[in-house]
Protein backbone atom coordinates (compact mmCIF):
# COMPACT_ATOMS: atom_id res chain seq x y z
CA UNK A 1 0.00 0.00 0.00
CA UNK A 2 1.18 3.33 -0.53
CA UNK A 3 2.52 4.67 2.70
CA UNK A 4 0.48 7.79 1.86
CA UNK A 5 -2.81 6.26 2.60
CA UNK A 6 -2.14 4.70 5.40
CA UNK A 7 -5.18 4.57 7.95
CA UNK A 8 -7.31 5.99 4.75
CA UNK A 9 -9.75 2.87 5.20
CA UNK A 10 -10.58 4.29 9.00
CA UNK A 11 -11.72 7.42 7.26
CA UNK A 12 -15.48 6.79 6.23
CA UNK A 13 -16.64 7.53 2.85
CA UNK A 14 -13.18 8.13 1.32
CA UNK A 15 -12.30 5.66 -1.60
CA UNK A 16 -9.28 6.55 -2.56
CA UNK A 17 -8.26 6.81 -6.41
CA UNK A 18 -4.13 5.53 -6.83
CA UNK A 19 -2.22 3.61 -9.48
CA UNK A 20 -3.58 0.27 -8.66
CA UNK A 21 -7.31 1.46 -8.77
CA UNK A 22 -6.54 3.45 -12.16
CA UNK A 23 -4.95 0.28 -13.40
CA UNK A 24 -7.65 -2.05 -12.48
CA UNK A 25 -10.20 0.54 -13.88
CA UNK A 26 -8.73 2.01 -16.90
CA UNK A 27 -11.74 0.96 -19.66
CA UNK A 28 -14.60 2.39 -17.34
CA UNK A 29 -12.32 5.37 -17.06
CA UNK A 30 -11.57 5.86 -20.39
CA UNK A 31 -15.16 4.90 -21.56
CA UNK A 32 -16.07 8.15 -19.49
CA UNK A 33 -13.65 10.58 -20.69
CA UNK A 34 -14.71 9.81 -24.18
CA UNK A 35 -17.72 11.42 -22.91
CA UNK A 36 -16.05 14.91 -24.33
CA UNK A 37 -16.07 13.55 -27.77
CA UNK A 38 -19.72 14.70 -29.31
CA UNK A 39 -19.43 11.42 -31.73
CA UNK A 40 -19.15 9.43 -28.55
CA UNK A 41 -22.02 10.91 -26.75
CA UNK A 42 -24.29 10.58 -29.66
CA UNK A 43 -23.18 6.56 -29.82
CA UNK A 44 -23.54 6.05 -26.47
CA UNK A 45 -27.57 7.93 -26.42
CA UNK A 46 -27.98 5.90 -29.50
CA UNK A 47 -26.92 2.74 -28.04
CA UNK A 48 -26.06 2.78 -23.94
CA UNK A 49 -25.42 -1.19 -24.82
CA UNK A 50 -23.41 -1.16 -27.29
CA UNK A 51 -21.03 1.97 -26.46
CA UNK A 52 -20.14 0.02 -23.26
CA UNK A 53 -19.40 -3.45 -25.13
CA UNK A 54 -17.19 -1.36 -27.03
CA UNK A 55 -15.50 0.06 -24.16
CA UNK A 56 -15.08 -3.62 -22.75
CA UNK A 57 -17.01 -2.92 -19.66
CA UNK A 58 -17.02 -5.69 -17.39
CA UNK A 59 -20.56 -6.52 -16.38
CA UNK A 60 -20.48 -5.23 -13.03
CA UNK A 61 -19.68 -2.15 -14.59
CA UNK A 62 -22.66 -1.78 -16.75
CA UNK A 63 -24.71 -2.58 -14.44
CA UNK A 64 -23.27 0.71 -12.46
CA UNK A 65 -23.94 2.61 -15.62
CA UNK A 66 -27.20 1.41 -16.28
CA UNK A 67 -28.08 2.09 -12.75
CA UNK A 68 -26.63 5.48 -12.49
CA UNK A 69 -24.90 4.39 -9.49
CA UNK A 70 -23.03 7.47 -8.55
CA UNK A 71 -21.62 6.33 -5.39
CA UNK A 72 -21.22 2.95 -6.98
CA UNK A 73 -19.29 4.42 -9.59
CA UNK A 74 -16.62 6.03 -7.58
CA UNK A 75 -16.87 2.94 -4.93
CA UNK A 76 -15.86 0.50 -8.00
CA UNK A 77 -12.97 3.20 -8.92
CA UNK A 78 -14.28 5.74 -11.29
CA UNK A 79 -12.93 8.71 -10.95
CA UNK A 80 -14.97 11.88 -10.38
CA UNK A 81 -13.29 14.37 -12.91
CA UNK A 82 -14.80 11.63 -15.94
CA UNK A 83 -17.42 10.50 -13.76
CA UNK A 84 -18.84 14.27 -14.17
CA UNK A 85 -18.56 14.12 -17.96
CA UNK A 86 -21.34 11.47 -18.23
CA UNK A 87 -23.47 13.48 -15.65
CA UNK A 88 -23.78 16.19 -18.00
CA UNK A 89 -24.64 13.66 -21.00
CA UNK A 90 -27.34 12.12 -18.78
CA UNK A 91 -28.50 16.23 -17.25
CA UNK A 92 -27.23 15.44 -13.90
CA UNK A 93 -25.57 18.34 -12.34
CA UNK A 94 -22.29 18.12 -10.27
CA UNK A 95 -25.03 18.79 -7.10
CA UNK A 96 -27.82 16.62 -7.80
CA UNK A 97 -24.90 13.58 -8.24
CA UNK A 98 -24.08 14.73 -5.00
CA UNK A 99 -27.24 14.69 -3.38
CA UNK A 100 -27.85 11.01 -5.17
CA UNK A 101 -24.23 9.97 -3.22
CA UNK A 102 -25.25 11.02 -0.39
CA UNK A 103 -29.00 9.65 -0.57
CA UNK A 104 -30.94 12.61 -0.47
CA UNK A 105 -33.02 14.49 -2.33
CA UNK A 106 -31.89 17.59 -3.97
CA UNK A 107 -33.76 19.66 -2.23
CA UNK A 108 -32.48 17.81 0.99
CA UNK A 109 -28.75 18.23 0.13
CA UNK A 110 -29.50 22.08 -0.81
CA UNK A 111 -30.25 22.58 2.84
CA UNK A 112 -27.05 21.39 4.20
CA UNK A 113 -25.20 23.79 1.93
CA UNK A 114 -24.50 27.69 2.92
CA UNK A 115 -26.17 28.83 -0.16
CA UNK A 116 -29.51 26.75 0.14
CA UNK A 117 -30.71 28.40 -2.75
CA UNK A 118 -27.89 28.62 -5.32
CA UNK A 119 -28.78 26.66 -8.50
Known amino acids: MNPQLEGIETIPGTYPFDIRTANRTLNINR ?21 MEAAGLTEEEKK ?12 HGVNFFVLEKFGRVVHKTNLEIYAIMRGETFEEFMKTRRVPDAR
Do not use: C, P, Q, Y
Not at 31 to 51: L, Q, V
Open 31 to 51: FFWNMISAEWRARFIEDEEGT
Open 64 to 75: LVRARDWLGLVK
